[in-house]
Structure formats: structure tokens, C-alpha cells
């Protein structure tokens, strides 16, 4: 494994904290030099310490001058980007009467809207490479919905889309492009206003206790890694296009 990663240089957003992390671990372990982007300067910081061959960058993915410096950064100091994990995302939980333009916006520009500029100027240089994977993370939520989420519904579905025309569009140079939607997992951002969601009684009641996920538990950001990981490796070579649901089985309970 390690011989196969061994000089390759992969781009993570969203990597201080949850699935983000948890992939910037795996890929580093694995023998790859790690970019990650973040703006927890804190939280970056200590995943940088924590192993080797982690470069943090500071940013806000909705800043496009910065990530456009972090990829020219990049390509200055080792020549090449082979992987980009496009991760970064935020929700917010609010009816659809109420969501405000302003939130409609915000989350468009950071979970749909970075990752098309990410692509746009990593994409480039791994055609030049001829050998890329790019690894969006969507949600089980673009295509199996629920109340309160409809701007973060709306901006996954988008990542689908923008998933399968890249994989088009890239394949001619030997660019391998897909997503993987995560159902329940078990991060940072399943608390919602103070509370652990998978920890509610409604939760342990519905999903554990009565199987709505077959598993029976919550998922944990390892699991999304290890996906995230075949997907962004040369192992994935007849595989593109594809949304990979990681869910515990919840989606076909539907």
C-alpha cells in the first residue's frame, strides 16, 4: 500500500475535524504527502503534529484567491497534486420558510461552490499528469431527504451532478472522479444546537432499536475513510462516476 502512495500528494478540505481528518490520517499513513485545508487553525495545527507528512493551510474554502495560492503553493513545492478529497460542508437546520437567502447562499458557496473551484484548478495540473482522483463527499440526504435541510439537500444533489460530469469530462486523461454519500456518522456535525443527534432517545428508538439502520449504529468517520482511500487510489482504475452511499444500509429501508 505504502509503496503505491509513495510521492503522491493528495488535497483535503475540511481537514481538521470528522470525515475530513479521519481521511487526511488514512492517506498520510498510507505514504502520501497531505495538504490540508481548514479553518480551524487550532484543530489543523494538532492533526498536523499528530502525523507526518501533513501541510496545513489555513483557509475559508469560500475564499477562491486563497485556495488558488494553496494549489500553486502546492505545485511549487512538490510538483504535482494526484488526489483532491473535496470535503469541506456545513449545514444549517431550519424549515424551508425560514431558511434565509443569506444561509441558501452560504451553503451553495461552500459545499458545492468550493468544489467546483477546487477542481477547476487542480483538474489542470493532473491532466497534465495524465493520472488523477478526485473524491467528492455528498450525503445520503441529496436523494433520501428529511424536514429542515433543504439548502443542504439541494447543494449535495448539486455535488452528485458535478461528480458525474467531471467523470465525463475527465476521463480522457485517466482522471477517476466520484462521491461517496455518508448516511448517519458519527462526527462533529451530528450536534445540532448542543445535542449529539445520534444519541437522542428519538434516534436509539427509530434507527437503533427498530433497524432503520440495518447495522444498527450510527456510523464513524474511519468507515468514510477507508472509502475515501480506495477511491482516491490507483487500486480505482474502472470506477468513475459513481456515488458511493456509505450508510449502514439506512437508504434502502426507504
Known amino acids: ?41 487550532e484543530r489543523l495545527d494538532h492533526l498536523a503534529t499528530e502525523s507526518v507528512g501533513i501541510t496545513p493551510y489555513v483557509a475559508d474554502v469560500q475564499d477562491h484567491g486563497a485556495l488558488e495560492h494553496i494549489v500553486n503553493d502546492t505545485i511549487a513545492r512538490h510538483g504535482r497534486i494526484d488526489v483532491l478529497v473535496n470535503n469541506a460542508g456545513l449545514s444549517y437546520y431550519t424549515p424551508f420558510f425560514e431558511t434565509t437567502l443569506e444561509q441558501w447562499q452560504h451553503t451553495q ?87 449529539d443527534e445520534t444519541q437522542t432517545e428519538d434516534f436509539q428508538e427509530w434507527y437503533i432499536r427498530r433497524r432503520k ?11 468514510i475513510a477507508h472509502v475515501a482511500v480506495f477511491l482516491a487510489s490507483a487500486a480505482c482504475s474502472y470506477l468513475t462516476g459513481q456515488v458511493i452511499v456509505v450508510d449502514g444500509g439506512l437508504t434502502i429501508t426507504f
Not at 475540511?14 to 480551524?40: E, L, P
Not at 467523470?167 to 472522479?177: C, H, K, M, Q, T
Open 1 to 41: 500500500m505504502r509503496e503505491q502512495w509513495a510521492g503522491q500528494v493528495a488535497v483535503i478540505t475540511g481537514a481538521a475535524q470528522g470525515i475530513g481528518a479521519a481521511i487526511v490520517h488514512r492517506i498520510a499513513q498510507a505514504g502520501a504527502s497531505v495538504v490540508g485545508i481548514d479553518r480551524n487553525r
Open 109 to 195: 458557496h461552500v459545499n458545492l461552490e468550493a468544489q467546483f473551484i477546487l477542481c477547476k484548478l487542480v483538474a489542470p495540473h493532473m491532466i497534465r499528469a495524465g493520472y488523477g482522483r478526485i473524491v467528492n463527499i455528498s450525503a445520503t440526504q441529496s436523494f433520501a431527504v428529511e424536514p429542515l435541510v433543504s439548502a443542504y439537500a439541494a447543494s449535495k444533489a448539486g455535488i452528485n451532478a458535478l461528480t458525474r460530469s467531471l467523470a465525463v469530462e475527465l476521463a480522457p486523461y485517466n482522471i477517476i472522479v466520484n462521491a461517496i454519500a455518508p448516511g448517519c456518522i458519527h462526527t462533529p456535525m451530528s450536534v445540532v444546537n448542543g445535542v
Open 213 to 223: 439502520i440495518p447495522l444498527g449504529r450510527p456510523g464513524q468517520a474511519d468507515e
